[in-house]
RNA sequence: GGGCGUUUAGCUCAGUUGGUUAGAGCGUCUCGUUUACACCGAGAAGGUCGGGGGUUCGAGCCCCUCAACGCCCACCA
């Protein structure tokens, strides 16, 4: 009787914050109390928009798996926690629920500073939230090293980033179209735009009678801004048009005055081959405005939306309409006027703003821009081509300052988007966020500097104007894109722009995961801000992972319906089961399906580890834990294999938690733990404990095996195994165990063969007393003859569950159930059971299989062109596997003659 | 219009550089309450690896091609 009390099943609700709370204080999740060499994972900041979703469970699951890996291995392991404020969600989420609460205009009504307050708490509220549930969760983070994208620390950061940029010429004002989203009163960057198919009307038509050319557009109402027509060069439909200008008036406050004009661009094959430019109202035609500024001959530019959506005075007839209002005045008016020549439905895509919804309007307007192109002074190269650089060569061609992204396709598509990137558009109208760094002077009227000073960038409020010497200063009133400030998440976190150790030590971070959906709006920005404030890449290893999706392959989402929260999940079955599921399955890049059926299974995984700890534990007296490998006395066949399965499972478990192959580890792990420990050598153990000689030989195996496979288990399912730990050592945490490599032992193929062999008679005669429904307390006898399974038949015994295993030289008389078992054959004693016709069918079959096999094997092995260029083992192995099988048709044949 | 991914058992997925007769979990069927576990055990059924072609001694894996589904990008005015 063992002196310890379990219960039958694992509840870990009575566990898991205790556990938690005993990490914490232990003070191992802080690397200071760590030796090694660093290893370093930043989280990646959870929003601050809500709670934690079923993404963040697979994310946490991912990265502390792995540092709970490397920690245990030896590393001093970094894995540094911290939230987001993100800027535009969350307001556009406060603003939402502000709404609903009836405040309609919240920032007219409410105004700055109460806006940003209530922001403010309700951030707050959500950040606390997701740092207990981060908690819920496992993550083994360094608290003491908790960083928020909106705190002092980062916001110096962020200041600092900005003010070199700005020196550097890299950051600048200026006037040019942007995204803006109406509804949301602010620009966003590319890559917060969603492109959405639609169908719309094409209207083709002319500018008026006088106009030669006939164009097509889906926003004819833009076209009272337009100021030029584009051909192809090469078009001669239009050649003889090139550099001629000709007015028009659509009703505009002034005639229109297109200058027809030549753009590689244009495809002459599309519509009419013409494109009416607005420089305003289209990124590309904007493009054609700077083209034709540059070669000298300008194209004028005319915005005819303004930012409330409104057509602007300069629309002049349809000024004060809203955008559909005048495309509809606009095309009854070119009806009227003969000038509409076709209307027909296309599809094609429009912009979407990712939080507010609307479609995005291309507006022309001054703001804050960084130059990805421009040379950076002193460096010789662009922003551009850092980031090119970390991905390829390395930085500088030092190939210890490379990232390499797993799985390897993302490589391509980040280059890709390199060579397409245009300048970051880095302000936003919105109010929650870092504001810009910026200071206008105000010395004379209308915020103008009498001596007409540039904008003072400045972390604080500058003295004085070094023009006019006034102290009256203005700060911009725009805020920072988000992703400004989360793009020196790897550096800002460790006390940049001081050189600290911190920086010194843990920079660059080891490894990083994220999901590909935020590959160009973080990864490319991170390896911007680090490669150009650091010279150093932010990471090493990135680990993109795929979306969690629904029974369905659904995306999970309020609209369906259809989401799970992960605190449920922890709530009804346990953080270790959640984190077993979610990890299980999942490949690089690939999305995976999350249900609770997959939770389930966890959770019966969980249990069975704490049923196979149980029985060890309670029933023996005293388990010593600690001991060397060849302290252990393996007696048997059953303690030699195991033995080596534990050091086969080690080497499968450390190579692919290395690899960070979660799943595969997880899997390997599984196996064991069920089907090698469980079902087999538990199962033998039982009898070897009840003999005198074996007894303490097996426990001191039962105990070591255990310890190992807890170790193991660790950093996927770190709760359950630290429970048990703590039942078996006290005087340690499994968190801060150094993990066991096995390497320098030796696999015992031997073993491993001959107890397959055992297990393959095993199964055969518990077949044979199923097909035959044998009764489980009948008593059957066993023979065996050859297969040399001689000294292993009490084992064979118990887990067959016969009474007498016998072997003897040749088949026994009588009524048997026979089969073929390697080497040698099984007869199972059935008197007046046996189906004889049956057993000689069964037996037919068996005889032809294995006459096809040898027959296949004997082709290959007589094909000289396999023999010759086929590796000698997979030839050897084969040659090895047709003996076998000619060994095993004699028996049958012997069987079938007697 | 470009690019990428996926397609293996009823369902969800493994399958590492091409090498024995393709695996697991869940589900299904049969049997079983022997003191670790009914959140269990034993056994069974179930696959021409999306179609076609090719390379090779040998292909689930490599090449070509087609198809279905999904995703990303793009300046279709």
Redesign the pocket.
């Known amino acids: 009787m063992g002196k310890l009390e ?1 219960p ?4 870990a609700k009575n566990h898991e914050d205790q556990l938690y709370a005993a990490w914490a204080a232990s003070g191992f999740f802080n690397p200071d109390n760590l030796k090694g060499e660093p290893f370093t994972i930043m989280m990646p900041p959870p929003n601050v928009t809500g709670v934690l979703h079923l993404g963040h469970a697979l994310e946490n699951t991912l990265m502390d798996s792995m540092i709970r890996f490397q920690r245990m291995r030896g590393r001093k392991a970094l894995l540094l926690p911290g939230t987001d404020h993100a800027a535009l969600p969350t307001q556009a989420k406060v603003e939402k629920m502000l709404m609903e609460e009836g405040i309609l205009h919240p920032r007219q009504e409410l105004g700055r500073e109460k806006l940003v307050e209530k922001i403010r708490v309700f951030a707050e509220q959500s950040r606390t939230t997701i740092l207990s549930q981060i908690k819920k969760l496992g993550t083994s983070c360094d608290w003491s090293r908790l960083a928020y994208t909106f705190d002092e620390p980062r916001n110096r950061a962020v200041n600092e980033l900005f003010r070199r940029m700005y020196e550097d010429g890299l950051i600048y004002r200026g006037s040019r179209v942007v995204n803006w989203s109406v509804k949301g009163q602010s620009t966003s960057s ?2 917060e ?3 959405v ?1 639609r169908t ?1 009307k ?1 209207y083709t038509f002319r500018y008026s009678k006088d106009v030669p050319i006939t ?5 004819p109402e833009t076209k009272l801004g337009d100021t030029a027509i ?3 060069p090469d078009d001669v439909r239009y050649a003889s048009f090139i550099g001629q200008t000709f007015a028009a008036d659509v009703g505009a406050a002034s005639a229109l005055c297109l200058k027809v004009i030549a753009d590689e ?12 430019v ?1 420089p305003a109202h ?4 904007f ?1 054609m405005y700077e083209t034709q500024k540059a070669k000298g001959d300008p194209i004028g530019l005319i915005p005819v939306i303004g930012p409330d959506g409104k057509m602007t005075a300069q629309a002049g007839f349809y000024a004060g309409l809203s955008a559909e209002e005048a495309r509809e005045r606009f095309v009854s008016w070119l009806k009227e006027e003969g000038l509409l020549e076709k209307e027909e439905e ?4 429009v ?1 979407i703003s990712d939080r507010y919804g609307d479609v995005i309007e291309a507006i022309p307007m001054t703001q804050w821009w960084l130059d990805v192109q421009k040379e950076i002074p002193g460096r010789g190269k662009s922003l551009r081509d850092l980031m090119r650089e970390a991905v390829t060569t390395g930085l500088n061609d030092d190939p210890s300052q490379k990232v390499t992204i797993t ?1 390897d ?2 490589t ?2 980040y280059l ?2 390199i060579e ?1 990137l ?1 300048d970051w558009c880095l302000s936003r109208q919105i109010w929650w966020g870092h504001r810009i760094p910026v200071w206008y002077c105000q010395g004379g009227k209308n915020g103008v500097c009498l001596e007409g000073c540039k904008p003072q960038v400045a972390v604080g409020k500058p003295e004085r104007c070094p023009a006019c010497g006034t102290t009256k200063f203005e700060q911009d009133p725009d805020t920072l894109d988000t992703w400004f400030s989360s793009a020196s998440w790897t550096f800002s976190t460790l006390g940049w722009p001081e050189s600290t150790d911190d920086l010194r030590t843990y920079h660059p971070t080891s490894w990083m995961q994220m999901g ?2 935020i590959l ?1 709006l973080w990864l490319m920005r991170m390896v911007l801000m680090s490669t150009y404030a650091l010279g150093e890449i932010p990471f090493r290893e990135v680990y993109i992972h795929g979306m969690l ?1 629904d ?3 659904r ?1 999970f989402s309020k609209s369906l319906n259809n989401g799970i929260d992960p605190l449920d999940v922890i709530e009804k079955y346990s953080a270790d089961a959640l984190r077993f599921a979610v990890v ?4 690089p ?5 999350f ?1 609770e ?2 939770v ?9 580890l ?7 534990l ?2 023996i007296d005293e388990p010593v834990h600690g001991r060397a490998f060849k302290e252990l006395e393996p007696k048997t066949l059953a303690d030699r294999w195991i033995l080596s399965r534990l050091v086969r499972l080690e080497e ?1 478990v450390s ?1 692919h938690m290395q690899a960070a ?1 979660f ?2 580890a997880s ?1 390997k792990l ?2 064991f733990t ?2 090698d ?4 050598y ?2 033998a153990s ?1 009898t070897q404990r009840a003999q005198e000689l074996t007894k303490t030989s097996t426990d001191d195996i039962l105990v070591y095996v255990l310890e190992h496979l807890l170790t193991y288990w660790h950093p996927i399912m770190p709760f359950v195994t630290e429970q048990i730990w703590s039942s078996l050592c006290d005087d340690e945490l499994l968190l801060a165990h150094a993990w066991p490599s096995m390497r320098m032992i030796d696999l015992d193929l031997k073993a491993e063969a001959e107890m397959a062999h055992l297990q393959e008679a ?3 005669i ?2 044979i ?3 035959y ?1 044998v ?3 009948q008593k059957i006898r066993v023979v065996m003859v050859g297969g040399n399974l001689e000294g292993h038949a009490s084992v064979v015994e ?1 887990l067959a ?1 016969i009474e007498r295993l016998v072997f003897e030289a040749q088949a026994p008389q009588g009524e048997y159930a026979s089969v073929v078992v390697g080497d040698g054959q099984v007869f199972v004693s059935l008197e007046g059971l046996v189906d004889k016709q049956a057993e000689h069918a069964k037996l037919a079959r068996a005889q032809q ?2 006459e096809t ?1 040898i027959q ?2 004997e082709a ?1 092995l007589a ?9 000698e ?3 050897a ?2 040659r ?2 047709l003996d ?2 000619r060994q ?1 048709l004699k028996l049958y044949v012997h069987h079938s003659e007697s």
């Open positions: 379990m039958k099943v694992y509840e590319d890559d735009i969603e492109h198919e719309t094409l164009i097509a557009s889906t926003r584009a051909v192809h661009q244009v495809d002459p094959a599309f519509g009419t081959g013409a494109l009416g607005t289209s990124q590309i035609d493009a296309i599809t094609h895509s912009g799985p396709r993302f391509k598509l890709d988007r397409h245009r590909y959906e160009y999706r029974k369905d392959g995306k299980s399955g999942v490949s890049g690939n999305d995976s399906r249900y059926e997959k389930e299974a966890a959770q019966r995984l969980v249990n069975k704490w049923n196979i700890s149980r029985y060890i309670t029933s499968d190579a192959e799943s595969q899997e599984r196996e069920w089907s420990f469980a079902d087999w538990l199962e039982k095993v199964s055969a518990r077949n007393r199923s097909q429904a009764a489980p307390k118990s569950g299989e294995t096999y296949s094997l290959k094909n000289e062109a396999f023999t010759s260029k086929a590796p083992q997979v030839v192995t084969m090895a596997n076998d099988a095993k």
